[in-house]
Nanobody, 124 residues
Framework: QVQLVESGGGLVQTGGSLRLSCAVS????????MGWLRQAPGEEREFVAA????????GYSDFAQGRFTISIDNAENTIYLQMNGLMPEDTAVYFC?????????????????WGRGTQVTVSS
């Protein structure tokens, strides 16, 4: 099994930045790709970004493109989401996810494993 633990969320003003971290433990050999999903109040989870465990092929949702950067540190079993230019509509709980299939992370409800989330709140 795989355990994912997110950290780094908080309260920021519009235009601010945050870096989210996700510590990965367990059977990492079963993971092909990592990603981030988010869920705003009253909404379903949506895809934010994904990356292969190897660090290749980063991919982003339209709202994240150009503002967010996903990266992975394999030696430390940690993935990151650097978020710049935050806007109030980015307010959500951000979840780390892992899957044996990269493309599954782009689908609604995707991710074989996920963490418990970290809250990001952006005020105007």
């Amino acid at each position: 099994q795989v355990q994912l633990v997110e950290s780094g969320g908080g309260l920021v003003q519009t235009g601010g930045s945050l870096r989210l971290s996700c510590a990965v433990s367990g059977q990492t050999s079963s993971i092909a790709a990592m990603g981030w999903l988010r869920q705003a109040p009253g909404e379903e989870r949506e895809f934010v970004a994904a990356i292969m465990w190897s660090g290749s092929t980063p991919g982003y949702s339209d709202f994240a493109q150009g503002r967010f950067t996903i990266s992975i540190d394999n030696a430390e079993n940690t993935i990151y989401l650097q978020m710049n230019g935050l806007m109030p509509e980015d307010t959500a709980v951000y979840f780390c996810a892992a899957d044996a299939n990269y493309w599954n992370l782009f689908r609604p409800g995707g991710g074989q494993y996920w963490g418990r989330g970290t809250q990001v709140t952006v005020s105007s």
